[in-house]
């Protein structure tokens, strides 16, 4: 079951490619951006109310589909992003400097992957330290 749901991520991950040359039609850059980024706390949100309120597993598969179709766009925006940076650098500085400010994308994902995996473990270890496992099997 694991594995059919991840695959739903994975088809909205793939739309996600495709959104971004669709909108460019009639949105900017920043205005693709915005709707990624509401897709995906919609997406988020009916989630919540579609699966553990709802019990609608079809529902809450659409859901994923548009949240990880909003991911999907904005990391695709982001990278985008960068590319007008290094251009904008070359134009201010005469010097392109692309290794450098795509490598640092790379490297910030890492550093904020490594947090979210500290605070997740933290947070396991402060629940599991207030809420033992056997006495919330009870």
């Known amino acids: ?82 590319a007008d940076i290094v251009d904008y650098g070359e134009y201010k500085n005469g010097e392109r400097n692309e290794s450098i400010t795509f490598s640092m994308k790379g490297f910030l994902q890492k550093i904020k992957y490594q947090e979210t995996l500290d605070f997740s473990t933290v947070g396991a270890l402060i629940r599991e330290r207030l809420f033992p496992y056997w006495e919330s099997m009870k």
């Open 1 to 82: 079951a694991q594995s059919a749901f991840s695959m739903v991520g994975a088809i909205g991950s793939v739309a996600g490619l495709f959104v971004i040359p669709i909108l460019s039609k009639w949105l900017n850059k920043k205005q693709i951006y915005q709707v990624s980024l509401i897709a995906t706390f919609i997406g988020y949100i009916l989630m919540y109310i579609t699966g553990p309120i709802l019990k609608n597993t079809t529902a809450l598969s659409i859901c994923y589909i548009i949240s990880s179709t909003g991911i999907a766009s904005m990391f695709v925006s982001q990278t985008i992003f960068l």
